[in-house]
């Protein structure tokens, strides 16, 4: 399920996608740690190996840095 997820956001342009998940998880479907690119999570606590990003496109991620924003109802969950 992750990998078709992560095939129809690359099919569908998205430059990235980032996740707050298990450290032993996600690198096996790319990820990384987003802090490696200098991009952090918006929600205190979240543990740096923890919070990881997938690129697809790194010439649009060039100059992207900064706090990565969710919607308001991930913040219940938080």
């Known amino acids: 399920m992750v990998r078709r997820g992560l095939e129809i956001l690359r099919e569908r342009g998205c430059p990235f996608v980032v996740v707050v998940g298990h450290p032993e998880y996600y690198p096996r479907f790319g990820f990384e740690l987003a802090s490696k690119y200098s991009i952090r999570s918006q929600w205190d606590g979240i543990p740096d190996e923890a ?14 840095k900064g706090v990565v924003r969710y919607r308001d109802e991930f913040n219940e969950a938080m």
Not at 52 to 59: A, S, V
């Open 51 to 64: 919070f990881m990003i997938i690129i697809f496109d790194y010439n649009a991620m060039k100059s992207v």
